[in-house]
């Protein structure tokens, strides 16, 4: 057969038959990389980049004016947060991310995360370590345990290993800690095995929030054996013309209890046309213990009123109060309160802990720290339409207020006398010539990803392009490699 | 043998005449299946020399 191809058919049948092998095996390339039929692909992109071919599948990051680096350079991170996405041809169920970097970074900027957007509507992002330079400086003067992945710190040597640990964890005692571990216990990104019982045994009274909040909130709710109800008014504010369905969901741990749906019945309003709602959420024979209910709405969804059957109720980490009455009042139990004016009636100044603090930008971010050992901290504000934010939580009254989180190694803790212990699920950085490599690994199912790209965040709290400081981090290669189902599996189950 | 060279010059631009067709078709089908690893400019300009080549030899 090929000895007849090369004796006997015509040139221009040969040339031709090649040319059209040629075309068909950049089909069956083309394809192959558009299905990825064993179910694994690396990509991955690297600076200074030089003449480049094609579009790649990681996308440049943004916005512009937090990244600062010519052709040449590499890119050099000088604010948070900076995004960037993946491209990829198809759905996959994990991603493995390498970062390798160098960072000249200050001690208020010393923890760097990776997050993978999962949901749009609320901006939540799965957050992976990177880099936390507070354990790493920590880990050559404690006691650490534990090794790859899981790591505890210990002040003095009080448990020989990890299982030692989180056994006495779980009976709801630790040595050395007399006031329980929720006061001598810090984590970061674990969640140890642990039932927080509120010091405070009473039933309270039922409680009527009537101060309106905007978005999407989450608060946690303590439950002693009683009936729980939850009743929402909302106010959909029309400010968009998209549709604003509202979805307030009940969990218990990680695991969602209890779901109420409500749809938007008007997809399309007309600008300004403002609609009232109601949902209300009822779950009998719950047993004592924490709650988190999360209301995931749009910021065009007002929160008008909630009443709980239940006293204990503590908003987390954020708080947008838009009641237009001036003169009010918040607990916060964190020492640091970021707030941002969205409105020029915003602009004030606010008490924060018996201090004054003055918000003269809207929509700036303004930091604020105090030193009280209180630990329930007043916010006085007269007037709101402010987003609070911090790693606590948020109550209209003292007594509503508890957090169930042990304290969160972040940028802005420090291991006092109390904190006897760290558990961190956390790899410290590798080096390799000059720079740094860390790797964060991210479950791809339910993620979200619009127009084939999974976005993704590189956050460094406390970094700001606009502060005149230089710190910053250089990034020199990002690789994702990629794992999912292959074709066989996809065709057969 | 001129006349073989002739025959190469207008069947490769006929072979990049189908190679961008096939680039484009693919590229509406999937985005990004190809302009994500090779940009298609260098394809359709190696296409409009050899056009121009084949031109010139005639």
Not at chain 1, 325 to 338: E, I
Not at chain 1, 403 to 426: G, H, L
Request: charged letters at 20%; aromatic letters at 14%.
């Amino acid at each position: 057969m090929f000895k007849s191809f090369l004796t006997k058919w015509p040139f221009l049948y040969k040339l031709r038959l090649i040319l059209a092998l040629i075309i068909l095996i950049f089909i069956i390339v083309c394809l192959y990389f558009k299905i990825v039929p064993f179910g694994q692909i690396t990509y991955h992109k690297s600076w200074p980049q030089f003449l480049g071919s094609g579009k790649g599948f990681i996308y440049n990051f943004t916005p512009g004016e937090r990244i600062s680096s010519t052709d040449r350079q590499l890119p050099r991170i000088i604010g948070d947060p900076i995004y960037f996405s993946l491209f990829t041809p198809r759905t996959f169920d994990q991603a493995k991310v390498t970062i390798k970097y160098r960072e000249k970074l200050t001690d208020q900027t010393p923890i760097i995360e990776l997050g993978l957007l999962m949901d749009k509507l609320v901006w939540r992002y799965n957050l992976q370590p990177l880099e936390n330079q507070i354990i790493d400086r920590l880990r050559s003067n404690w006691l650490v345990r534990g090794g790859d992945g899981l790591v505890l710190l210990q002040s003095n040597s009080n448990y020989d290993n990890l299982t030692e640990f989180e056994g006495d964890l779980a009976k709801g005692f630790l040595q050395d800690c007399p006031g329980g571990p929720t006061y001598c216990l810090a984590v970061y990104n674990y969640q140890p095995d642990y039932t927080y019982l509120l010091p405070d045994q009473s039933r309270g009274k039922p409680l009527t929030i009537n101060n309106p909040l905007r978005g999407a909130h989450q608060f946690y709710i303590y439950l002693k054996d009683e009936p729980l109800r939850l009743d929402f008014e909302f106010v959909d504010l029309n400010q968009d013309r998209e549709a604003d369905p509202i979805t307030v969901t009940l969990y218990s741990g990680q695991q969602n209890i209890a779901n109420q749906f409500l749809e938007d019945e008007n997809p399309n309003p007309t600008s300004g046309d403002i609609e009232e709602k109601y949902l209300s959420l009822e779950k009998k024979e719950l047993p004592q213990g924490v709650y988190k209910v999360e209301v995931r709405a749009s910021n065009d969804i007002v929160i008008r009123k909630i009443f709980s059957s239940v006293h204990h109720l503590s908003f987390i980490n954020k708080l947008w109060p838009v009641s237009t009455v001036g003169n009010l009042t918040l607990f916060t139990d964190s020492n640091h309160l970021q707030i941002k004016a969205m409105s020029p009636a915003s602009l004030q100044t606010i008490t924060f802990a018996d201090q004054d603090y003055t918000i003269n930008e809207t929509y700036q971010q303004f930091s604020f720290q105090t030193t009280s050992q209180a630990a329930t901290k007043m916010i006085k504000f007269s007037q709101d339409d402010l987003i609070l934010e911090n790693a606590g939580v948020f109550s209209w009254n003292e007594d509503n207020l508890f957090n169930p989180n042990f304290k969160k190694v972040d940028r802005f803790f420090y291991p006092d006398e109390n904190i006897k212990y760290i558990i961190a699920e956390y790899n410290s950085p590798l080096e390799e010539n000059g720079f740094k490599v860390a790797s964060a690994s991210f479950n791809l199912r339910g993620a979200y990803r619009e127009k084939g790209k999974y976005s993704f965040i590189i956050s460094i709290p406390g970094l700001r392009a606009e502060d005149g400081e230089t710190d910053y981090l250089e990034i020199k290669e990002i690789k994702i490699e990629l794992t999912g189902r292959t074709l066989w599996q996809k065709i057969f189950h | 043998m001129a006349k073989n060279i002739s025959l190469i010059i207008s069947e490769i631009f006929y072979f990049f005449s189908i190679l961008v067709a096939v680039s484009v078709i693919l590229e509406i089908i999937f985005p990004n299946i190809i302009l994500a690893y090779f940009n298609l400019n260098y394809l359709i300009t190696i296409w409009l020399i050899s056009g121009l080549v084949g031109l010139i030899k005639k």
